[in-house]
Structure formats: C-alpha cells, structure tokens
C-alpha cells in the first residue's frame, strides 16, 4: 500500500503511528464501548480518526467518514481539530449562537412572561449581539474551511450537508450585514431561522435520525391520509347530523358550540381525536339524545385508538429497520477501519506490494507502538497489548489482527479494591456482619421507615399553616434516623475500606446525602439548639427553621433512591431511564431545532397578539370572559412576546391539554389562519417526534430486558452493572461484509491507494 505522495521513509513510521491510531481510536472505541456508555444509539460512532475520551460521551462527534486527507500534516491537523479542546469550543459556540435568541430582541429578561405584569425588558444595544454573533460566524467559516481542507474538494461538492453548512453561512453573513447596516431596526431576521443549522450538521446522529423519519414520512403519510379522510367523513357527518331537525337555535347547542361552520367542526374533531375536549365536545349532544354518544365513540375508537396507535407502529417498525442497516454499516465501517489499519502497519512489517493481507502479517511491537498512542480506556488497552504480546514476536496475520479486537466487545465489570484484613475475630466477625446483603437491607428497611413518618406528619399538618405546625417530634426522629445514617457509614467504611467505599455508587449516593444532612441537621442546632415540645418553628430568615427542615426532609427522600439498585428489576428499569436519557440527545436535538424553528415564526406571527385586559376591545373582562376560555383560564403567560414566552406556548400545546383553548385564542386575537401553525407544530412535536420517542423506548426496554443481554455478577460483587451488547445480539443476523468488498472499498480512497 502506499499513498499519493509517500513521505519519506523517516516519517513513515510516525505516519502509520497516525494512521494507527487513527484507525485504532475507531476500532477499539468502537461498537460495544459505546453500548455500554451511550446504549443503542450510539453504535454508529467515529470510523477512522481518533476522538479525545470526553466526546465518547457526545453523540454530535459522530459518524465521521474516513475519506479523508492521509499525508502526515492532514492526519495531525484532524486529530487536532477532533480533539476535545476544540470540539468543545466549537460546542460552545454553537450554545452561544442558540442562546442569543433569549438577549436579542424582543429580550426575556423579565421575571414573568404575563401581559398583565410583565415590566418593560430590558434591550440590548444594537452592535453587543451582532458582535458575538459575527464571532460566532468566523468561527464556523473555519469549520467548515478545515472540513473541506480534509475532505478534499471532490469529496466536498459531493457532500449535501457540507454545501448546506456553507450556503447557510452565506446568508447569514449577508443577512448580518443588512442588519448592521440597518442600526438593528430590520422586522425580520432571516439568519434566526437558520441557526439551528448549526446544531443540526455538527450532530452525526441527528443526520442520522432525520434520515430514519424521511424513511417513515411515506408509511406516515399513508396514515395521515388515512386520518384525513377520517376527519372530513365524521366532519361531514357531524354537520348533518346536529342540524337535523332543528327548530331554533337555542335548542341545539352542540351545533352552536362546537359545529357552527365547516371549520370549527373540524377543529373540534381534531382536537377530539387527541381527546384534549372530551366528554365537553359529546356532552350537549349526550343529554340531548344517548344515541348521540355513538357518533363521538366510533370517532375516538376509529381515530384514537386504531389510527394513531398504528401510526405509533409504524413509526417503530421503521426505527427498528433503521436500527438494523445502522448495525450493519457499524459493522461494515469497522472491518474497515481494522483492514486499513492493518494495511498501513503492514507496509511497515514487509515488503510492499504484498500480495495478499493473509500471507503478510504485522510486527507486534508496531501494534503495541500504536496502542501505546491510542486514545482508549487502560482496561481495555491492558487487555489488547496482553492479547498482541501473547503473539511471542510472530507476525499477527489479518485473521488475527481482526480477532484481536474481539477484546473490546468483552464487558468490563469494574474491581473494588481488597477489603481490609483484621485478625482479631471480632472485628472480622464484625466486617462480615456491615458488609453483608442482609446490612443493606436493614439500611432500605430504616429509610423506608424514615420516608414513611415523614409521610404520615404531611397527612397529619396538611390543614395546618408552616407556623401553626409542632415538629418537635419528627425533629426527633430526624435525629434519630440521622445517627443511625452515620453508624451504617462509619461501619461500610470500617468492613471495606475507604477505597472499597467509595469505589460503590450506591454509598457515593448514600454518603453524600448523610453528610448533607449531618451540614443541615447542625445548622438546625445551631439555630434552634434541640427539638422541644411546643415550640413553634420559625418561617422567617435565611436559616429558619421552617426552611431547615424542609430541605432535611426533601434530602431524605431523595436518599431514599438508594433501593433502586439494590433491587435486580428496578434495576434494569432505572438504567434503561439513563441509557435512555443518554440516547435522548439524537432526538432531543432534534426536538431542539424544531422549538426553535418555530419558536421564532411564532414570534415574528403572533408577538403582540395577547394584551392585557382592557387594552383592547378584543378581550373581555375575566368576569364576562366564557368558561374555559384563555382569559378565564388566566392564560395571559402563554404568549410568543419574546423567545421563552414561546417555548413554554409550544410546549403546552405539545401536551395537547386544552390546546383547544390556544386555538380558539389566537384565532381570535390573530385570524383563523393561526390555526395552521397551531396544527403543524401538533404534527410535529406530538405526532413525529412523540412516536419515535415511545420507538426508542421501546427499543430500549426490549433489548434490556433479554436475557442474553445481562451480564452475570461476579461472585462477592456486591452489584454489577445490567449491561448487554446489542452488536453480540443481532451478530446472527448482520451479514458479515467480504475481504474484497472491503479492499475495493479501500481502492476508491480519493487519498488512499492499494497496491494490486
């Protein structure tokens, strides 16, 4: 193998070193490692380069390609713009270009949203945001200047996402330029729009899920057809039915109230079909006639409960698809990314041209040359050395060179440090006692205790105000349960030792709420001195009483988590909440630039629309205003008069509780063309982005609770992580890729070639 332009023979061992780890940092930083950190999602990781151990963690440095630049100065410059140094400059500027929708105008620095109260904002002076946000721009005109430099110009107009991130700056520069031009007084900033670009084409998977909801779009829109054909016959239907035999208008109220005209007919079936108005849509018609309570359940069954429910299916069955082809591109990238490595070490350990990588191996002191530059976790690089040294100095062929990274798919239970050793047999006698399963669950069973009297004296004061209240016995008990918090601390310490203490989340957890509440329980002291009977607590002051108190409390609850893992299916349910948490940031990124996006058309719409009451002859008085409406309601904060008004106003529509209310506002204070704006962001938010979070949920419960996926604690663990490895799992069903699949692959390297 060799390259365009070889380098010189002193700088070919510091190249292969380069392109080593390159390949390397993909390889063993790979498939399992991140199932085990990330979960699902992150399978699709880095192929080739390297990236810094902090952005194993980052879902937005994924998917790099590896057709990239291969001389010496290209591979140092990428491994320095992936490092974690850059890449978190690069993230905070994309926060900050995000966040300057909260300083520019219309500002949000207001204590309350509300029409009603809310003081004058303060404004920024026109140049203080354009000038951050200039900066910001540069920045990402570097960006994407490095990321064409490595790609090379070919590869650049090939890629869609690179010419996008570079017409997007353009627009944005010039919009800036008008702006500044204009002294900030333009209506409409078009580059707005457009920086949630920004976020979207430095996440790898964000690409990827956009690429698994245009998959699902067709199966959608079959659906959303099928719902709008479903609307308009019960719509139609409606409308005739709720007229028929109509004599005067005050004796059909349904017709009056939710079937006036087309329109409003079917708005209100729309709504009906997240059921965010029933029973009040079926109601007038119900007590007019019970026949009527059919027309309203065939609707909710047929829409509800089939319609959308197989939207949520499909939406599933796609994501699992996509799923699969992303585990078989996994596997596709990183028998790649091991073959290149071993073509580049091998160029090292015989005489090039070889003719085949299974008759020319690899010299192991290269590989451990590599290893000791890569960028991986010690157990998993003690394991692979220990695996190339246990070669005794012979050449690792292909086979073994790809065999050698089956170590990494080996799960990694981490060791406690060794208890300590006390020959006095009743001190080991009593080490065997405090670090027993049978000690923790005393422990559970005394927080469960303390949770249940803080419980009962809630029940008891629950009619009392905080001065009225007499704590003085659940001072004492808090007393009471806190030495006894400290006792089992002090003796964990004492049977395992510092190291082995701490070596435990669990008594992290434990730890660190005891001694919040030993900080807190003093300072109670130190205020009050002890508990007496009836002695009010005091409510006033930094350090009240009253205050105190509480927080102790609250803390105790919270420690009361501590059963969670203790319990083997809490357990598994608990780390599918944080693998799941973990795999949000695909989708919540998603979610992200869609709140954004509309955000900022809700603003340039509707900003100004809501006024306080007797502002405008459009609002009515609250004691004249109809029940359940916006000005009865009190909904004066749901408004789009500045960037964090509006976020909360989409999110409460998103939940579709009363979003009829939203609705029927805005088209009065708007026109009835708000409604579409309304009905898209629904679409969006509850219909898309609802369904494929309940997709990777479901995902992910399924994978945690098969039974091939746990691993088996060790003998004397106290716990063990429930992990599994999804690539183990489907490793039946993927295909493995050919050697001459991947060889041809590597040919069409635009900076790589292979000898034939």
């Not at 490692?33 to 999602?41: A, F, K, N, P, S």
């Not at 107009?157 to 010419?163: G, R, S, T």
């Not at 019960?234 to 079937?259: H, N, S």
């Not at 629309?609 to 008085?621: K, M, Q």
Request: aromatic share 12%.
């Amino acid at each position: 193998m060799d390259r365009d332009l070889p380098p010189p023979p002193s700088h070919l061992l510091s190249w292969a070193v380069l392109g080593g780890c390159a390949v390397f940092g993909f390889v063993v930083r790979g498939t399992s490692q991140r199932i085990r950190e990330h979960g699902v999602q992150a399978l699709r990781g880095p192929l080739f380069p390297p990236s810094p151990p902090a952005h194993r963690h980052s879902s937005h440095l994924q998917y790099r390609s590896i057709y990239h630049r291969m001389d010496s100065g290209s591979l140092w410059l990428y491994r320095c713009y992936y490092s974690k140094w850059c890449q978190r400059a690069l993230s905070v500027t994309i926060f900050v270009i995000l966040a300057l929708a909260f300083v520019e105008t219309p500002s949000s620095f207001t204590r309350t949203a509300d029409v009603r109260y809310r003081a004058r904002p303060w404004e920024p002076p026109c140049g203080l945001t354009e000038g951050v946000e200039a900066l910001c721009l540069l920045l990402f005109l570097v960006d994407v200047s490095v990321k064409g430099y490595l790609v090379g110009r070919a590869q650049f107009q090939e890629n869609l996402w690179l010419l996008a991130y570079l017409v997007v700056l353009a627009v944005s520069l010039v919009d800036w330029t008008v702006s500044v031009s204009l002294a900030c007084q333009e209506p409409l900033r078009i580059r707005r729009l457009l920086r949630p670009f920004f976020l979207l084409q430095n996440s790898s998977m964000m690409k990827k899920t956009l690429k698994c909801i245009r998959w699902s779009l067709p199966e959608m829109a079959s659906v959303g057809l099928l719902l709008t054909i479903h609307l308009g016959l019960f719509t139609v239907l409606g409308m005739l039915l709720f007229t028929m035999g109509e004599k005067d208008e005050k004796q059909d109220k349904e017709r009056l109230a939710y079937f006036r005209s087309l329109p409003e007919a079917l708005t209100s079936l729309l709504v009906l079909l997240t059921t965010a108005n029933n029973p009040d849509v079926m109601t007038p018609a119900y007590s007019k006639n019970r026949a009527y309570a059919i027309f309203f359940i065939l609707f909710t069954l047929i829409g509800s409960l089939f319609l959308m429910n197989l939207l949520t299916a499909i939406v599933y069955n796609q994501f699992r698809g996509y799923l699969m082809k992303s585990l078989q591109t996994s596997l596709l990238r990183r028998r790649l990314g091991t073959l290149a490595a071993f073509q580049v070490l091998n160029s090292m350990a015989g005489p090039a041209g070889a003719a085949s990588s299974d008759t020319v191996g690899v010299k192991p002191q290269d590989v451990l040359q590599v290893l000791q530059r890569a960028r991986l976790g010690s157990s998993h690089k003690r394991a692979l050395m220990e695996k190339v040294r246990s070669h005794d100095g012979s050449l690792l062929l292909a086979r073994d060179f790809q065999k050698l990274f089956d170590e990494v798919d080996k799960s990694v239970i981490k060791e406690h440090p060794p208890r300590p050793q006390y020959r006095t047999p009743l001190l080991h006698t009593a080490q065997v006692l405090c670090s027993h399963r049978y000690f923790d669950y005393l422990g559970n069973l005394v927080a469960l205790g303390n949770l249940v009297s803080i419980s009962v004296f809630l029940v008891l004061d629950e009619d009392l105000l905080p001065g009225a209240r007499n704590d003085f016995v659940l001072g004492v008990l808090n007393y009471v349960f806190l030495l006894y918090y400290l006792l089992e601390l002090l003796l964990k310490v004492f049977a395992l030792g510092l190291r082995g203490y701490l070596s435990y989340p669990s008594n992290m957890f434990d730890g660190i709420f005891t001694i919040l509440l030993l900080v807190l329980q003093i300072s109670a002291l130190a205020v009050s001195r002890l508990p007496q009977a009836g002695r009010k607590p005091e409510v006033l002051g930094l350090l009240s009483l009253w205050d105190l108190t509480r927080l102790v409390n609250m803390l105790i609850v919270f420690r009361f988590l501590r059963v969670i893992p203790r319990v083997k299916p809490m357990a598994v349910v608990a780390s599918t909440i944080l693998s799941l948490v973990q795999n949000l940031r695909a989708f919540g990124g998603i979610l992200v630039v869609v709140y954004y996006v509309f955000a900022v058309i809700g603003i340039s719409l509707f900003r100004g629309a809501v006024v306080a009451p007797g502002n405008s002859s459009l609002v009515p008085a609250n004691v004249s205003a109809p029940c359940g409406s916006f000005e009865q309601l009190e909904y004066w904060a749901n408004n789009f008069d500045d960037f964090a008004a509006a976020l909360i106003t989409l999110w409460n529509v998103m939940v579709v509780n009363n979003w009829q209310v939203f609705l029927d506002a805005y088209r009065r204070y708007s026109g009835p063309w708000s409604k579409v704006y309304f009905v898209l962001w629904w679409l969006v938010s509850s219909v898309i982005w609802v369904n494929l979070f309940l997709a990777l949920l479901l995902e992910n419960f399924l994978h945690k609770w098969d039974p091939r996926g746990h691993e088996q604690p060790l003998a004397g663990m106290q716990e063990a992580p429930y992990q599994m490895s999804v690539e183990l799992l489907f490793r039946d069903v993927l295909e493995e890729p050919r050697e001459e699949e991947l060889l041809d692959r590597l040919r069409q390297h635009p900076h790589l070639r292979l000898r034939r």
